[in-house]
């Protein structure tokens, strides 16, 4: 069975960069897809990369990550909008989808939307 657990980003935002990818990883490598509302910072990204190359064995073979960014609107108060909400949060909107790479085959990306292929786990126990 393909699990997808959704990661909302209040659950996560007050979390050091650390713990967000300690978290993240313990949920991908129970062979779950995340959907993380927003996106990692470069460096979070970098972190749970470098991470899951040390922990690659037999078991958990490693992942795969896409990020995709809303399309910016030009209008004045869309951009004092998202200004304010960069103020707050920094540029985390969107969405990242990320999952063990035994069970995600690939992740085409375009402007306006990830489609995420898997792998037939038939048979496997």
Known sequence: MLTL???PMDEIIQ???DRKVTKLL???KQDKIVMLEGR???KEEG???ERTMEEIDKKFKGIEIASLEPNVRKDIGSALRDGIFKLFFGD??????MGPANIIKEIKRDPNKLQLY???RRGRK
């Open 40 to 42: 990692l910072s470069n």
């Open 15 to 17: 979390l050091d960069s």
């Open 47 to 49: 972190m749970l990369i």
């Open 118 to 120: 898997t792998s037939n």
């Open 92 to 97: 985390r909107r969107g969405i990242t989808i």
């Open 26 to 28: 313990k949920i991908i």
């Open 5 to 7: 657990q959704y990661v």
